[in-house]
């Protein structure tokens, strides 16, 4: 048991019109929403190491924060794990998340590593049943080591695979061990930094092979979860290999892995490759590779993956739109990937950080649930297509150039340019909001 907590109260379901800022207004875990329960809809899960192992550090000053846990020894990830399971309990938080580095203490080998996660692996466990908190998923840190400084699968140097490959194994069979639901990969170091040094076709090919590595290892010792990758266009390495979900798809179909992976999509990484969230989940579920989201946005001046809580009710109304067109959620969830400011000190300041990122979530995921269940953009999309129900449309896909040219001369084919209506159906959207 922790006291960091002490004086916060549980965070319950208040109504809208609340006025406590220690209450849900919008997330009632019972409510049903399309037919299940909100929490089984949104399936939210804590980030272990921007809330617990971050210490506030940024590029100019290190740590801002203070805690009991801070240090190097097991004690203190005991003390770390505590805390922690009291914040679940806080909040109602059905899922965490967590990369080895996160939880343990960092050892001097791999044998020393693998030691201190398989015994806070059993404290976890333990814990779980006791709370009945449930792993969304785990994944290795192959990136804050120096040993990881030019690449972890992608490294130039093969001991440094070895010890990735090694520490992979590791932390599946702790997510397995936990019952997770799902295995992440983000390639943190699995990019370049500049090609003077760079042999792009080989690094490409030994990521294929670990990916690959990986996948059989956890199908062979009967881990069902879902295995996912998770893309990000740079930061830390200044191109990554696994760009956006684009990306990911062509690297998965060259080795094979398409149907055997699939894509945790963070909102911040989409936006800084270009995209939008919603693109980017749009574009998954389209090629059957949807599993999982990271909501977190980033700032959208600076330019950086700031990793803050999300705010705003129509962005995340858009993005769960998308993934309720995909059916909702299977393994996934909607991982909270996010930090506090590091002026934001106090143990208050992380349980109102999650319990305003899940409101906004609740009341995002129930706007999209009214566009859905209304119908009418979906109706709208299928009458600008329309067209293409009829025999003749669908038959042109199937022939050549010539015929299609012989029907537009015969028929005299003219097209008559309609509206796409933007405006309207943006004015559509905001009423569900
Ligand atoms: C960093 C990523 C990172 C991943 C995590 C999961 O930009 O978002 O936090 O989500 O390592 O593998
Ligand atoms: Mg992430």
């Not at 192992?53 to 846990?69: H, K, S, V």
């Not at 791999?110 to 709370?131: C, G, P, S, V, W």
């Not at 990986?214 to 990554?240: C, M, N, S």
């Not at 892995?257 to 936006?271: C, D, F, S, T, W």
Request: contains cysteine; negative net charge.
């Amino acid at each position: 048991m922790s006291d960091f907590f002490k004086d916060i109260p549980e965070i319950r379901f208040a109504g809208p019109d609340s006025d406590s800022e220690f209450a849900y207004r919008h997330y009632d875990p019972d409510e049903t929403v399309l037919g299940k329960r909100l929490e089984d809809q949104l399936r939210f899960a804590v980030a272990y190491w921007h809330s617990f192992a971050w210490e506030g550090g940024d590029p100019f000053g290190g740590a801002t924060f203070e805690r009991p846990w801070f240090g190097n020894g097991m004690a203190q990830a005991k003390l770390k794990a505590d805390t922690a399971f009291e914040m679940f309990r806080i909040l109602g938080q059905p899922y965490f998340c967590f990369h080895d580095a996160d939880v343990r203490p960092e050892g001097e080998s791999f044998a020393e590593n693998t030691r201190a996660l398989r015994e806070i692996t059993d404290h976890f466990q333990k814990k779980m049943e006791e709370t009945g908190t449930r792993l969304l998923w785990g994944t290795a840190n192959l990136f804050s080591h120096r040993r990881y400084m030019a690449g972890a699968a992608t490294n130039p140097d093969p001991d440094v695979y070895a010890f990735a490959a090694a520490t992979v194994k590791s932390c599946i069979d702790a997510t397995h061990q936990l019952g997770g639901e799902n295995y992440v990969l983000w390639g943190g170091r699995e990019g370049y930094e500049t090609l003077l040094n760079t042999d792009m076709g080989r690094e490409r090919q030994q990521a294929g092979r670990f990916l690959c590595q990986a996948v059989e290892y956890a199908r062979k010792i009967g881990f069902e979860g879902t295995i996912l990758i998770e893309p990000k266009p740079q930061e830390p390495t200044k191109h990554q290999y696994d760009y956006d979900v684009a990306t990911v798809y062509g690297f998965l179909k060259d080795f094979g892995l398409e149907r055997e992976v699939k894509v945790n999509i963070e909102q911040g990484h989409a936006i800084l490759a270009g995209h939008s969230f919603e693109h980017e989940i749009a574009l998954a579920r389209e090629l059957g590779i949807f599993g999982s989201i990271d909501m977190n946005r980033n700032d959208y001046q600076s330019g950086w993956d700031t990793d803050q809580f999300p705010s705003s009710v129509p962005e995340v109304a858009l993005a769960y739109y998308e993934i309720l067109k995909a059916g909702g959620f299977t393994t996934g969830g909607t991982n909270f990937d996010a930090k506090l400011r590091r002026q934001s000190l106090d143990p208050e300041d992380l349980i109102l950080a999650h319990a305003g990122a899940m409101d906004v979530c609740a009341a995002g995921f129930k706007a999209a649930a009214r566009m859905w269940e209304d119908g009418r953009l979906e109706a709208a999309r299928e009458a600008r297509y329309a067209g293409w129900d009829t025999p003749q449309a669908k038959a042109m896909l199937d022939g050549d150039l010539e015929a299609i040219a012989a029907r537009v001369e015969a028929e005299g084919i003219a097209p008559a340019p309609r509206s796409g209506r933007q405006e309207r159906l943006e004015n559509l959207v905001n009423r569900y909001l």
